[in-house]
Structures are given as structure tokens and as C-alpha cells.
């Protein structure tokens, strides 16, 4: 099954997140521990790792801002999965 | 030393059951379902487990803010726990506490504390409780690095000495308090070496080798038990989780942050158990779907469970003998 990639909660104090930028391209095959996202809360800017490995699935725009769970994404464990996240035109 | 390997089998269902429950802790907290800061034992596991394997209910420790694995080795209810970090009415302090104060008095689990350094005064007073009622039990002070620079610890170590109390204090030096390195903070590399200054003996040893903790607790245990008193001991362990989850460590190297990984306690017990012909895969499979299973139905459950009321806020604050 698909990961989710989520905002996560990273301190007591946290409003919504702003997501930046996403540090790997649609499609990219990650680690877990490689950099994911970068956002920015309290006017910290953080770097989100993956917390699994597989196949990046992104499921929003960048530059928007996100409550703390909200699903962004996904991770796929292989192709047929990437496969099929893409064509449901899954998006969060 | 050997150790039976009923006792092995057994620490290695504590470590698995502290990781796990790290993990999915970890997780729920970025949910955002969980309130206040954790503190991930990830790393220490073989600490609390090597020494609480000598211990009964009877016995008592006292434990820091990343209390977790402390507690899950003294015995703390996964579900209890739970519920404690969700904040509801059914958590060992029925939801007053969170993280940084689980507490379960019947088990002899003084308390997490989110004061550096606080469980150092209560092992030591819960330990001269021991010596006045004159039962044969003995009390573990966990603390950090960093707690280590606090001035109670050496007020407590002198008196322990003097008095003979069957304390054993356990520092956890993971080279870090918060984002401070100990090599920049402490006087010393080996902390233990304060303990000869009060006459109490100090051991170092390899927080990551379960064998070798076991080991030196069953002496200072011993030890206090049999009236001859403290004893300091201090687990070098690898800092492999951040300090609170959340934190980026942007202080931290990357090289320090990938040697402490490769010292992994669990994974290092599990090689160990399994070349020793302990452990097969699916034994390892076996356990943690268990774990995993109780953790599932923790997590519901307490989800589920109420929050303590507005009308319940004094609840618990004083004890009934004045009549609160
Ligand atoms: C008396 C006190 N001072 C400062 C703090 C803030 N604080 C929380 S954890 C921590 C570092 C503790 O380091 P250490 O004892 O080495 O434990 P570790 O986090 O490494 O397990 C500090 C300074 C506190 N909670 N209490
Ligand atoms: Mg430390």
C-alpha cells in the first residue's frame, strides 16, 4: 500500500504549514531519510524527510498553505502502484 | 555471565516493544492527534531493559522526559501509556500527565519528568525509604548527559555514599543535551568518573550492548541489595532518534548522525540472539505482529476514550488525607 505524504506536526506552537517546494521531481524513486518537501511554519523553514522508501507521488500545488495530517502525497512501493496513483489522477 | 535464555527472549520483546512503539508514536504525533512535545527512547533501549530485567514491582526508578521506554520496561500498560499521551481520562494519570509525566505508583515507576535532572532526588529519597522500612529493595535514578550537570546529582551522590542507600544512578550519555554537544559542556569525558569523588563506584559501558548493561546492573543491583550501597552507572548510547519529534538537528553532522545508527541496539541483539540459534525470522515476524496488534488496539482505544472534564481540573491535586 501506498504511503501517505502528510504535514507533519513538528512542535507544540504550529499553525498551517506553507508549503515551498517539493525537493524531488514527480515520478522520483526515494529512500527513506531523503528529503521530501520543504515547508515553512512560524517562520521556520523545514526540510521533511520520506518516511518510507518508493516512488514519489505528489498531490499538491506548492505555495499554498496546509493544516497539520493534510495528505500531500504519496509514496508508492513500485511501478504498478505509481501507475495506478497517476491514473486515478489521485490528488489530495 | 550467562544469561538465561528465557531472560533474553524476553529483553528482546522489551526492545522490540520500546522501538515500536517509538515508531508509531512518532507517526501519531505528526498526525497532530497528540498534544505537548515526545521524546523518542529510540536508541536507549538496551538501557532500561538490561537494568529493569533485575528489578520488581517492588523496586523503584525514576526516569527523565524521554520516559517511554523506562516506563514499557518497568512494566507500564502499552494502553495506558497510549491514552496518557492522547491526554484522555483512562491514561495512567488519567490524561493530566502526557509524555513527560507517566507515572505508575503499584509498579514501583516513580515518574517521566520534564525537569532534567528530577528524577536524581526521588530515586535517592525512594531508596531512603527502602533502607528506614528495611525491605531489600533498591532504586534506579535515570538521567542524561545533560541531567548530569545538574547540582542535585552530587548533593544526592554524597549522601547515598554516607548512608549506603541502594540507589544506582544510570546516566544515559548519548553525547547530546538537546542541541549541546557533551564535549563542549561536560569537564569529562567519562562522566562515571565523578562517582570515585563521592567513594561510589563507576562503571562505563556500552549502552548499545544489552549483554554488557545486564551485565554491570546486576553488580551495582547486587550490590545495594546486600546493604553495601550506590553505585554509578554510565551507558554510552548512540542518540539515533532527534532530541523531540520534529527537530531538524541542522546542529548535527551527518557523519555523527550515521555512526550512532550503525550502533543500533535492537538490530545488534537480534544478530546476536540469531547467530547464537535463539531467534529465527519468523520468531522476530511473530513478535512484532503482536506488538504491532496491541499497539493498533491501543491507538483506537484511546482515540476513542473521553477527555478528562473542565469540572475535573482539581481532581488528583491533593491527596485525600487533606481532604481533597
Ligand atoms: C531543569 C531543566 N532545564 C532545562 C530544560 C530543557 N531541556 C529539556 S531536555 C534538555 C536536554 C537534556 O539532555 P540530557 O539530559 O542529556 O537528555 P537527552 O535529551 O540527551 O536524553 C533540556 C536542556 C528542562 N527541561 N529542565
Ligand atoms: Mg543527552
Known amino acids: 500500500m501506498a504511503h501517505e505524504v502528510f504535514i507533519p506536526k ?44 518508493g516512488i514519489v507521488h505528489q498531490g499538491a500545488p506548492v505555495g499554498e498553505d496546509y493544516p497539520i495530517g493534510r495528505v500531500i502525497g504519496w509514496i508508492a512501493e513500485d511501478d504498478s502502484e505509481y501507475r495506478r496513483l497517476v491514473e486515478e489522477g489521485t490528488s489530495a | 555471565m550467562t544469561i538465561p535464555d528465557r531472560t533474553l ?3 528482546f520483546e522489551t526492545m522490540m516493544t520500546i522501538r515500536l512503539f517509538e515508531e508509531r508514536v512518532t507517526l501519531e504525533y505528526q ?6 512535545f515526545v521524546h523518542t527512547y529510540i536508541g536507549a533501549e538496551a538501557v532500561a531493559t538490561g537494568v529493569c530485567a533485575h528489578l520488581s514491582d517492588r523496586d523503584l526508578i525514576a526516569s527523565t522526559h524521554r520516559g517511554h521506554g523506562h516506563s514499557l520496561a518497568k512494566g507500564c500498560s502499552i494502553a495506558g501509556m497510549l491514552a496518557e499521551l492522547y491526554g484522555r481520562e483512562t491514561g495512567l494519570c488519567k490524561g493530566r500527565g502526557g509524555s513527560m509525566h507517566i507515572a505508575d505508583f503499584e ?5 517521566a519528568n520534564a525537569i532534567v535532572g528530577g528524577s536524581i532526588g526521588l530515586a535517592t529519597g525512594g531508596a531512603f525509604a527502602h533502607q528506614v522500612k528495611g525491605t531489600p529493595n533498591v532504586s534506579v535514578s535515570f538521567f542524561g548527559d545533560g541531567g548530569a550537570g545538574q547540582g542535585i546529582l552530587y548533593e544526592s551522590m554524597n549522601l547515598a555514599s554516607i548512608w549506603k542507600l541502594p540507589v544506582i544512578y544510570v546516566c544515559e550519555n548519548n553525547g547530546w543535551a538537546e542541541s549541546t554537544p557533551a564535549s563542549y559542556s561536560q569537564s569529562v569525558e567519562d562522566l562515571s568518573r565523578r562517582a570515585d569523588g563521592f567513594g561510589i563506584p563507576g562503571h562505563v559501558v556500552d549502552g548499545a550492548d544489552v549483554f554488557a548493561v545486564y551485565e554491570v546492573a546486576a553488580e551495582a543491583i547486587d550490590r545495594a ?16 532518534s532527534a532530541h523531540y519529534v520534529g527537530d531538524t538537528q541542522k546542529y548535527r553532522n551527518e557523519d555523527d548522525l550515521a555512526d550512532a545508527r550503525k550502533r543500533d541496539p535492537l538490530e545488534r541483539f537480534r544478530s546476536e540472539l540469531a547467530a547464537a540459534g535463539l ?6 515476524e511473530g513478535t512484532r505482529a503482536a506488538i504491532v496488534d496491541e499497539l493498533d488496539r491501543g491507538v483506537a482505544a484511546a482515540k476513542a476514550d473521553p477527555w478528562p472534564t ?15
Open chain 2, 107 to 111: 509498579i514501583g515507576m516513580l515518574g
Open chain 1, 10 to 53: 513538528t512542535g507544540i506552537y504550529m499553525d498551517d504549514c506553507h508549503l515551498i517546494a517539493w525537493l524531488v521531481d514527480e515520478g522520483t524513486t526515494v529512500r527513506a531519510g531523503d528529503a521530501l518537501f520543504l515547508m515553512e511554519t512560524n517562520k521556520v523553514e523545514m526540510e521533511i524527510e520520506a518516511s518510507a522508501g
Open chain 2, 225 to 240: 541489595r546486600r546493604g553495601d550501597g550506590p553505585s554509578f552507572i554510565e551507558a554510552k548510547i548512540p542518540r539515533i
Open chain 2, 279 to 284: 531467534l529465527t525470522g519468523t520468531a522476530v
Open chain 2, 31 to 36: 498526525r497532530g492527534d497528540m498534544p505537548g
Open chain 2, 310 to 324: 473542565a469540572d475535573g481540573v482539581t481532581d488528583y491535586v491533593y491527596s485525600g488525607a487533606y481532604g481533597g
Open chain 2, 9 to 11: 527472549l524476553e529483553m
